[in-house]
C-alpha cells in the first residue's frame, strides 16, 4: 500500500521515486526511477532509472510487485509525461489494480502540505553546496559538477531514507527538510532568521538545481544556537505597514531589506547572500499512521460515512445532488466562500479548511444564512466557545432599515447560556409581536430573492463545469 501511495504521489508531484527491488536475478538493487509509464495489467513501471552506487542513468522496466521499500525524494524533480497524468486522470478504471484502494492521495497529500505549512521552520545546515552564487540562478538552474552533485544526491537519500523510517514509527513526529536558497536572512546571536527563501529541487538526470518560483516568506522561524533556542516573528523586525510589502516581495525586496537593516540591534547583520541551506519542519502528529489506518478501513469496506465523504474513492466521482438556490450578504464575500457554501447546500458533507484570517467565519455565517433561506435548520458546534461567539455575534449584527434583523438563532451550552438564551427567545418576541405582516410584499421579495439565488446558482454551475474543464486541460497540458 505504501508503494502505491508512493508511485503516485512521486507521479503526480513530478518528483523521482528511491527504492529498493529485487529483479530477476533476485539481487537486491537501489534506484532512484523517474516513472514515465504504468502498464496495469501486467503491473509494471516504465522508468528512467538513476543507480545510487554509480549515479549512471539508464532505461528500466521495474515490476512493482517486486519493489521492497520506497519513499518520494521530496528535493527532486523529474518531468513526468503530461500524457502519463492524463491518462490516469481521463482512464482512473485502468489503474484500479494499483490505485483502486488507495482513499483520494491528492487530499492527503494536501493535508499533509497544511500541517507542515502550520509549523515554524528553522535551519539544520548551511553551505550545503559550495561554489554557487546567485547569478548562478540566472537561467532558473545550476549545473552541477560531480562532486556537487555527488552531495546532493547523497543528502537526499539520508532525507529519504530518514523520512521513510519515521513514517514507519508511529511515535517518531516527522521531520520535513527541504533544500533552500537563502533570499533574506537576519544573523540573530542565536541564529539564522531565514526571513524569505526559494525552495530547491534536484534533477537528477541533468544533474540541476532548479530554483522554485515563488519565494516563501517566514513570518515566524526557530533559531538556536545549539544551547538555546527562540522562537521569533517577522514582527521584530517590521512594523504594520512594512508588512504589507511582503505581499508583493519580489517588487519590494531592496526596500524591505533597508527597513529590516534600521531596525537589526548589535551583533545582528542582514544577509542576502545565496547560501544553500536545509530548511526543516517538525510537525506535531505522525499522518503516516493515521493515512496508514484509513488505507486499511478502505480495503476492508470499513470507512465511515465522514471519511467516505471525504476521501471518496480515486476510481469514483462525487454524484450531484439536488442544487439550492444561494442568497448573498453582502458584497464582502470571496469566491472560494461562496463556493463553499454552494457545496455545502449540494453535498451531504462538507469540509472547509484554511488558515487564521482566510475568512471561515464569515463562510460559516453566509453558510448558515443559505441554510436557513432554504427552510433548513442548522446546528453550528465547536470545542470552545470564540468560534461559536463570534458567528452567534455577526449573526445578531444583521440589520434592515437600520433595524436590527430578528434571525431566528440561539446561543447553546452550560445552564448560564441556556437561561440567556430563553431571555433572548422572549426578547425577540417582544420585539417582533407587533410588526405588521405585508403577506403580498413578503411573497414578491421572497420570489424576487429566489429568482436572484437561482441565477446565481446558475453561475455557480457554469462555475464549475468550466473549471472541471480548464483543470483537465491543464492536466493534459501538462
Request: proline share 4%.
Amino acid at each position: 500500500m505504501n508503494v502505491s501511495r508512493d508511485i503516485f504521489r512521486s507521479i503526480h508531484e513530478r518528483k523521482w521515486l528511491s527504492v529498493e527491488y529485487r529483479n530477476a536475478q533476485g539481487q537486491t538493487t537501489h534506484y532512484w526511477l523517474g516513472i514515465r509509464g504504468i502498464d496495469p495489467k501486467r503491473r509494471r513501471i516504465d522508468a528512467r532509472g538513476l543507480h545510487l552506487g554509480t549515479y549512471e542513468p539508464a532505461d528500466l522496466t521495474v515490476q512493482i510487485d517486486s519493489i521492497i521499500w520506497s519513499s518520494v525524494v521530496d528535493s527532486s524533480y523529474f518531468p513526468t509525461p503530461k500524457e502519463l497524468i492524463a491518462d490516469i486522470e481521463r482512464n482512473e478504471e485502468r489503474y484500479a489494480s494499483i490505485f483502486g484502494t488507495v482513499p483520494n492521495l491528492k487530499v492527503l497529500d494536501y493535508l499533509s502540505d497544511c500541517t507542515k505549512l502550520n509549523t515554524v521552520p528553522y535551519t539544520k545546515k548551511f553551505a550545503l553546496v559550495e561554489h554557487i552564487d546567485e547569478d548562478s540562478f540566472r537561467h532558473g538552474a545550476v549545473h552541477l559538477d560531480d562532486d556537487q552533485f555527488k552531495t546532493i544526491m547523497q543528502t537526499a537519500q539520508r532525507k529519504a531514507r530518514k523520512s521513510s523510517n519515521q513514517q514507519a514509527d508511529q511515535q517518531a513526529l516527522p521531520i520535513h527538510e527541504q533544500i533552500a536558497i537563502n533570499v533574506l536572512s537576519v544573523h540573530t546571536p542565536r541564529g539564522l532568521y531565514v526571513l524569505a527563501y526559494r525552495q530547491l529541487r534536484l534533477d537528477a538526470e541533468k544533474r540541476q538545481l532548479v530554483i522554485g518560483r515563488n519565494t516563501i516568506i517566514c513570518r515566524e522561524f526557530k533559531v538556536s544556537n545549539g544551547r538555546a533556542s527562540e522562537q521569533l516573528t517577522i514582527r521584530r523586525y517590521l512594523d504594520d505597514a512594512d508588512l504589507l510589502l511582503l505581499d508583493q516581495f519580489e517588487l519590494y525586496r531592496e526596500e524591505l531589506k533597508d527597513r529590516i537593516a534600521e531596525r537589526v540591534g548589535d551583533g545582528q547583520l542582514v544577509d542576502d547572500e545565496p547560501h544553500i541551506m536545509i530548511i526543516a519542519r517538525e510537525t506535531p502528529v505522525n499522518l503516516a499512521a493515521e493515512y496508514d489506518a484509513i488505507c486499511e478501513m478502505t480495503e476492508t469496506g470499513s470507512l465511515t460515512i465522514p471519511l467516505k465523504a471525504f476521501f471518496g474513492d480515486l476510481t469514483k466521482r462525487p454524484v450531484r445532488r439536488k442544487e439550492y438556490p444561494l442568497i448573498l450578504l453582502d458584497r464582502r464575500i470571496n469566491l472560494d466562500q461562496l463556493l463553499a457554501a454552494h457545496q455545502v447546500m449540494k453535498y451531504p458533507l462538507t469540509y472547509v479548511q484554511g488558515p487564521p484570517g482566510t475568512g471561515k467565519t464569515t463562510t460559516i455565517v453566509n453558510i448558515l444564512v443559505n441554510a436557513f433561506f432554504n427552510g433548513k435548520t442548522m446546528l453550528f458546534a465547536s470545542f470552545n466557545n470564540h468560534p461559536v461567539d463570534g458567528v452567534f455575534k455577526a449573526l445578531r449584527s444583521f440589520k434592515r432599515n437600520g433595524e436590527p434583523l430578528p434571525l431566528p438563532v440561539l446561543r447553546l451550552g452550560n445552564r448560564r447560556r441556556v437561561v440567556q438564551a430563553l431571555n433572548y427567545m422572549k426578547e425577540l418576541y417582544a420585539r417582533v409581536a407587533d410588526l405588521p405582516v405585508m403577506d403580498a410584499e413578503l411573497s414578491m421579495t421572497q420570489a424576487q430573492e429566489q429568482q436572484r439565488a437561482r441565477l446565481l446558482g446558475e453561475l455557480l454551475h457554469e462555475y464549475e463545469v468550466g473549471l472541471d474543464l480548464r483543470e483537465r486541460r491543464e492536466c493534459i497540458e501538462r
